[in-house]
């Protein structure tokens, strides 16, 4: 019998008597060798702190996103509560879970298995009724005759299951139909983190000092090296006997025979493991509890960079999995739905950087004050009036005259005064910290990148070729609404936002060209460190006066 059927045999549906959870149960399924020696199964994986912390973040924080289904209005998107898998997204996917529960459960099946199983059942009309976790231990695709199915184990027998009825949430795979199991991937690194922990466990158990050898000038039974042996341990292991006095009697003498927490490098390995498992996971390695690398300065730019890098990758399976398997073909084909997170509810600015982006964009004119209050979790004002847009007075539209008016004479026609100096400056003040904060996040985030990179010199010209290629999105994402906000705010075109991006681009790659071609392999590292610490903080101003007063530059 194999391994997975002595496991179903125990429990099925009908005779819950043996929990899945019972660490017994799960023993059944084996576990794998590591170099160390360590044993490495869900179960120790998960009772090795880092990764107990990555798997729990990651799938936390997939949990806690509001995940909608979304209906195109016109140019815009509005929710759709009517859609069969709204509530089954939103709140409750089946009577026993909530959603946060459910896509948790799910998400940590991915994290740890390398895929995440639901059964989507559905009523006589395909339409989704239900979404309900399988084991992801117990579940499989196969191909059969070319055809895809998901074979499942329940009731303790098979059950072969259409594509269309599993929700499948997959990690990086070979063939595209299956993730790599994350603890089979990991085991020497989880192995040599657990083994390190019990090494220290080992270590302060026995008084935090070094294995000793007791000798005797002569030669004694084995009952008596064996009775000498537990006094010893009585009276000197554990911390409770820490410093005890030892009092060695006919001429016995006491010899070290292993190196101190110091010399091992206890610390100093432990904090690398968490690294390791950081980057099996993908997330920055102060979330997982190492701050001796903490590269940005504010919790916003700290959540973006594992919004960017480590969550939204996952989110983006959840979106195209949920819209392949809970949209109607009708809709998927017309595009006329969408399933999206609501990745805003993560990154969250301070308060008063919040102020200054409300700010401007209820002063440009393309948010207003019922909007922005919808993002504090505020409710509209009333009688209408928060619906109401605000445009500047400098700002004028181009094109046709309206209808009802005669043609306008462009000799008598007067022009529009521009702002006072008074209240350009005040524009331009507020705007030009805006504008420098999105540039220093960005500039801050290719540094990041650079200074990982130069660890080795011998490929960093191949990362820097596809720099670009890599953070142009994002790096595009953050500068053009405060570009736009600032024209719009002025009336008037300075610098367009992909000029801006491109100057950003072209400057950290001039500066890294030279650092290239003129530092030794041996000082790379921190000739780059050096000239992006130098960048970071120049190169932000330099931009928000490039947009400000393109004259300047």
Known sequence: MSLLARLFDRRSIENPAVSLNDPAAW??????????????????????????????????????????????????KERDTDHAAFPLLRYKPNPEMTSFIFRQVLQSHALIEGNGYAYIDRDGAGTPMELIPLDPTATYPIRENGRLWYVTQAGGRLRRLDPSSVLHIKG?????????????????????????????????????RPGVVLEHPAKISNEAAKRIKESWDQMHAGIDNAHKTAILEEGMKLTTMSINARDSQLLESRQF???????????????????????????????????????????????????????????????????????????????????????????????????????????????????????????????????DDPPADPESEPEVPPPDARKRSAIDAAHRRVIRDAAARMVTRLATHARKAAKSPDRFDDWLDGMENEHLAVVRG????????????????????????????????SALDTVMSSTPPKNFHAAVDARMNELESTLPDALAELVIDPEIL
């Open 273 to 403: 493991e968490i690294r390791e498992i950081a980057n099996w996971f993908g997330v920055p390695p102060h979330k997982l509890g190492d701050t001796t690398r903490t590269a940005f300065a504010s919790l916003e730019q700290e959540n973006q960079s594992y919004l960017d890098d480590a969550l939204d990758p996952w989110l983006v399976v959840w979106e195209e999995e949920c819209r392949e398997k809970l949209l109607t073909e009708r809709e998927k084909e017309s595009d006329s739905h969408v399933v999206e997170f609501l990745r805003q509810a993560l990154v969250r600015a301070n308060l008063k950087d919040r102020g200054a982006f409300y700010n401007t964009a209820l002063q440009g004119g393309w948010m207003n004050r019922d909007e922005i209050r919808a993002r504090e979790s505020m409710n509209p004002l009333p009688n209408g009036e928060g619906k109401k847009f605000y445009t500047p007075l400098n700002v004028t539209t181009s094109g046709e005259n309206p209808p």
């Open 172 to 208: 990086l795979g070979y063939d595209g139909l299956v993730g790599y199991s994350v603890i089979h991937m990991a085991r020497e690194s989880i192995g040599l983190g657990v083994a390190l922990r019990d090494f220290g466990s080992r270590f302060f158990r026995s008084n935090a």
């Open 478 to 509: 953050a500068i053009e609404p405060v570009v736009t906000a600032y024209h719009a705010a002025i009336g008037a075109e300075t610098c367009g936002s992909d000029e801006v991006t491109a100057r950003l681009f072209d400057c950290i790659r």
């Open 27 to 76: 023993d059944l399924l084996g576990a794998e060798k590591s170099s160390t020696g360590m044993s490495v199964s869900r179960k120790t994986a998960l009772g090795y702190s880092s990764f107990w912390r990555g798997v729990n973040l990651i799938s936390r924080d997939v949990a806690k996103l509001p995940l909608f289904v979304q209906r195109r209005v016109g140019e815009g």
